[in-house]
């Protein structure tokens, strides 16, 4: 019988979600929504002095945001919960203490101060640094007598001699020698769990099938399954792995903020649109196949499967991800650009959200959503249409104020003058004529001093639209005061 697939995502947030998480929790999801399986949220949350209520807010607001919406979860519920390892340390102490009475684990007592001396010996000795065994094997009255000098124990696992081995779902067979595995922790002294143990019962506790996750987790899986095997899960019931290909900066190099990664709060402050990122992040290590590169979310769960992950390092390109995000804004409706244009206008406070202002808008937008890349570019290009007095950026100045620009301005106020309809159709009609056709002037030069003169920019929506949305009044306005400059 087939079980039914159960994925989590597992961050442990000490900061706002990143590329590398993110895509994580796409491709769980996706593999959860294709196989109609569950898709299950859990916070890591047991380091207390990194994890805050914060981050964890900002995390489920990040997934919803991308809409990765979970099965089961915060604020979701779920059968297997709590899904805050904070609120599971009664189940983790449980196990730590079972291990030591079945002699999976025991009690150790090395400082740190003694664990560090012992390592460095190790180097000196051409030896693979590791825990060496020291209280393996304490007896009842060693261990009572660390207890009276004060001491803390962590709670070590042994290690058999050996290899563990297991069938990655993307890399295929891996082994692990034993003897580079050595006696790991698996809770502090003051009982706090570590990972190793913590996501090991919660994955067994909440019955996942699947594990997929970053290759940097890769040599914890033999911790894992010697946790599965002390806790007597059968090899059957294992969960199964799937270490996701790193992914790469421009420069060949682990993705840092050194070389380009930020948080996704930074892409959605930029602009950004959810399906873009879920787009782009998809490719980072899977294809659809016949180069098919502008999926949608739906097509994204039809199409995904693991076996088409690939084990070689994605690398990050910002071109191609803004390539992708110009793409999803311009197969936006009308309405739905204008409904996730406003808090950026609103935010930058070109508009304060009249309905005069909100219309304005609605009609402008068709005329820039051919021509940006990022939501974060709406502002500067309709700011124009909202300034009350003449201004014109700093850098332009100078393409309205010499002498030829003033004879561009001056024949172009006394053809827009004589207009009667204001239409786009009827300011370029007489620019055209007047400008190019009887003084022979290259269209950058004719209709460059009038874009800054009624833009202020040299960066606008199409000129023509842009002075019909202004109205002529405007227009002339700005243009006798570009000429007074």
């Known amino acids: 019988m087939v079980k039914a697939v159960r994925v989590r995502f597992a961050p442990s947030p000490t900061g706002d979600l ?27 949350d047991t380091d207390t002095t990194r994890v805050t209520d914060e981050y964890i807010a900002a995390a489920i607001d990040t997934l919803r945001w991308l809409g990765l919406q979970w099965d089961e979860g915060p604020e979701v519920g779920g059968e297997y919960g709590p899904y805050l390892q904070s609120q599971r340390l009664d189940i983790y102490a449980h196990w730590a203490q079972k291990f030591i009475e079945q002699k999976d684990a025991y009690y150790c007592f090395c400082t740190s101060e003694e664990l560090e001396a012992r390592r460095e010996a190790q180097k000196a000795a051409n030896v693979a640094p590791g825990y060496d065994g020291q209280c393996r094997d304490l007896s009842e009255e060693q261990i009572a007598a660390f207890r009276s000098e004060g001491r803390q124990a962590v709670v070590r696992m042994r290690m058999p001699d050996g290899e563990t081995t297991f069938v990655d779902q993307i890399r295929g067979e891996i082994s692990f020698d034993h003897k580079f595995v050595p006696d790991f922790v698996l809770a502090r002294g003051d009982g706090s769990p570590l990972y190793t143990l913590a996501v090991a019962v919660d994955d067994i506790s909440m019955k996942v099938t699947h594990v997929l996750r970053g290759e940097d987790l890769l040599s914890s899986t033999p911790r894992q399954i010697r946790v599965y095997q002390a806790m007597g899960v059968k090899e059957e019931d294992y ?43 998809a490719l980072l290590g899977w294809s659809p196949g016949d180069d098919v590169e502008n999926i949608t979310m739906k097509q994204l769960t039809e199409l995904f499967t693991v076996e088409r992950v690939n084990s070689s390092p994605a690398r990050f390109d910002m071109k191609k991800l803004e390539a992708i995000n110009g793409d999803k804004i311009r197969a936006l409706t009308l309405d739905e650009f204008l409904e996730r244009s406003l808090p950026f206008l609103k935010s930058a406070k070109v508009i304060a959200g009249s309905q005069d202002e909100i219309a304005l808008v609605n009609s402008a937008l068709p005329i820039i959503q051919e021509r940006i890349t990022r939501l974060d570019e709406v502002p500067a290009m309709l700011k124009f249409l909202f300034t009350k007095s003449f201004a014109v950026e700093e850098a332009s100045l100078s393409k309205v104020s010499d002498a030829a620009s003033k004879d561009v301005l001056r024949r172009s106020l006394t053809e827009l003058e004589g207009i009667e309809e204001w239409t786009h159709d009827s300011i370029e009609a007489a620019l055209r004529s007047s400008l190019i056709e009887e003084l022979g002037l290259k269209p950058r030069i004719a209709f460059g001093s009038v874009r800054i003169a009624v833009t202020g920019s040299t960066i606008s929506p199409p000129l023509f639209e842009s002075m019909e949305l202004l109205g002529k009044t405007v227009c002339l306005e700005r243009i006798s005061s570009a000429l007074a400059l």
């Open 18 to 44: 990143h590329v590398g998480n993110i895509r994580t929790a796409l491709f769980d999801w996706a593999y959860a929504r294709h196989t109609g399986g569950t898709f299950i949220f859990r916070i890591e």
């Open 239 to 281: 969960p199964t792995f799937a270490h996701l290909p790193f992914v790469m900066g421009q420069d060949n190099a682990k993705l840092s903020k050194r070389n380009g990664e930020v948080s996704i709060a930074w892409y959605r402050d930029k602009g950004f649109l959810p399906e873009a990122i879920c787009n782009y992040l």
